[in-house]
């Protein structure tokens, strides 16, 4: 399986970007697949899943109502739209997946064998 994440930028706070993720390497029906951030000195946390077959969606709280996750199953692509970006929200982003025919998606960044390479979002203030 293969990551490659893309999308990240500097903005200034309240404003949007949109992140995506170009999955290959596997059919993606029976994995979950998602966003991970980590800021300076913190470790990397939970943001939002997706799972593939039946498109349920997790956000963490932080999040909710800003950040929206969805899928193309055609293009094999995830995408993570971000608006009202806030200072808070600087981070690496990285994209991620896992083989998780149940669909249960762990919220721990140690439990997901699949990473692209990190993308940087900046929200200036």
């Known amino acids: 399986v293969q990551l490659q994440a893309s999308g990240g930028g500097l903005v200034q706070a309240g404003g949007s970007l949109r992140l995506s993720c170009a999955a290959s390497?596997?059919?993606?029906?029976?994995?979950?697949m998602g966003w991970f951030r980590q800021a300076p000195g913190k470790e990397r946390e939970f943001v939002a899943h997706i799972v593939w077959s039946d498109g349920t969606i997790r956000y963490a709280d932080s999040v909710k109502g800003r950040f929206t996750i969805s899928r193309d199953n055609a293009k094999g692509t995830v995408y993570l739209q971000m608006n009202s970006l806030k200072p808070e929200d600087t981070a690496i982003y990285y994209c991620?997946?896992?083989?998780?025919?149940?669909?249960?998606?762990?919220?721990?960044?140690?439990?997901?064998?699949?990473w692209g390479q990190g993308t940087l979002v900046t929200v200036s203030s």
């Open positions: 991620a997946a896992n083989f998780d025919p149940y669909g249960l998606g762990s919220l721990k960044w140690y439990d997901l064998d699949y």
């Open positions: 390497g596997e059919t993606f029906d029976n994995y979950v």
